[in-house]
């Protein structure tokens, strides 16, 4: 397949790691050739986390390089701003609208951007398309707000460009996800999914 390259970015403890596991493990269900980028930042509360995700016959090394971004997933808004570099122009950027503030910013030490700066830098800077999720209140709804990531990855299913199967998506959240949130991951996917299809006027 020709390569696509995804970028999941949020901090520590919002299951950015778990996206790039589910996607690894559904394209080698596939048997799609499969690269996962090290991980920069601290998976600690409130530490920048990040992962790239390559699929393809000729991906070889594990970083993406700078403008080839296919997908960018940001389960918190600011840490989108640190990857637009990556993305090719006409990209997709899917954009959790929650903002988790560090202390430093309650401390004064610096202001928190907001979303309407981050919108017009994915859009007119870097061309991205934009697709928008109130990803902590579609996951209580679904039962808890552990299932922001998987509301993500959820819109991420509902673009034509994206090279993965629902099927073996659902089939590697299963083997990952332990049983007792499974069926809670499960609701949340087609949530997100629903969300991004009715964004993108897909019925």
């Known amino acids: 397949m020709m390569e696509y390259n995804i970028i999941i970015a949020g901090i520590g403890g919002q299951g950015v790691l778990t996206i790039a596991r589910i996607i690894g493990e559904a394209a080698l269900e596939e048997g799609i050739k499969v690269r996962i980028g090290e991980i920069h930042g601290l998976s600690q509360r409130f530490g920048s986390l990040f992962s790239h995700v390559r699929l393809g016959d000729e991906v070889y090394g594990g970083l993406i390089p700078m403008g080839r971004g296919d997908l960018l997933i940001a389960l918190e808004p600011?840490?989108?701003?640190?990857?637009?570099?990556?993305?090719?122009?006409?990209?997709?950027?899917?954009?959790?609208?929650?903002?988790?503030?560090?202390?430093?910013?309650?401390?004064?030490l610096f202001n928190y951007p907001p979303l309407e700066k981050i919108r017009e830098l994915a859009l007119k800077e870097f061309g991205l398309k934009i697709i928008e999720l109130d990803s902590r209140k579609m996951a209580e709804e679904v039962g808890s707000i552990i299932a922001q990531n998987s509301i993500m990855l959820g819109a991420a299913l509902a673009l034509e460009s994206f090279p993965l199967k629902y099927e073996s998506v659902v089939s590697a959240v299963r083997r990952i996800i332990s049983r007792r949130f499974a069926d809670m991951n499960m609701k949340a996917l087609e949530v997100g999914m629903r969300e991004a299809k009715k964004q993108l006027g897909i019925f």
Not at 83 to 98: F, P, Q
């Open 78 to 108: 600011a840490e989108s701003l640190r990857h637009l570099h990556y993305m090719k122009k006409g990209s997709t950027l899917l954009l959790s609208t929650n903002p988790i503030e560090p202390p430093q910013v309650s401390m004064g």
